[in-house]
């Protein structure tokens, strides 16, 4: 069982940066691979990045790809994703969640989410 908490979301003008951060509670944290997903109003869920359990691979989908970095501490428990370059399309609900499966971007296979967190970009 993990139970995941976000954080970090906030408003932030176009070009900016925002870091999020998930925590984790279960001790097995470090034996998942770790995603962050998105879901705008009116919006399908949409996959962000994802994080292999030891940090040593990550997977991007190609909308955030070189603006989006995600990152795990597995002493801390948490999971980052630092946002920068900021633009209109990436206002969202941003949530964090586990999967017992490899690099997965598809969300019906993430057995665990957190609440979510509202990500605002102003033009």
């Known amino acids: 069982q993990v139970q995941l908490v976000e954080s970090g979301g906030g408003l932030v003008q176009a070009g900016g940066s925002l870091r999020l951060s998930c925590a984790a509670s279960?001790?097995?944290?470090?034996?998942?691979?770790m995603g962050w997903f998105r879901q705008a109003p009116g919006k399908e869920r949409e996959f962000v990045a994802a994080i292999s359990w030891s940090g040593g691979n990550t997977y991007y989908a190609d909308s955030v790809k070189g603006r989006f970095t995600i990152s795990r501490d597995n002493v801390k428990n948490t999971v980052y994703l630092q946002m920068t370059s900021l633009k209109p399309e990436d206002p969202a609900v941003y949530y964090c969640a586990a999967s017992e499966l490899y690099l997965d971007s598809s969300w019906p296979n993430y057995d665990y989410w957190g609440q979510g967190t509202q990500v605002t970009v102003s033009s």
């Open positions: 279960g001790r097995t944290f470090s034996s998942y691979t």
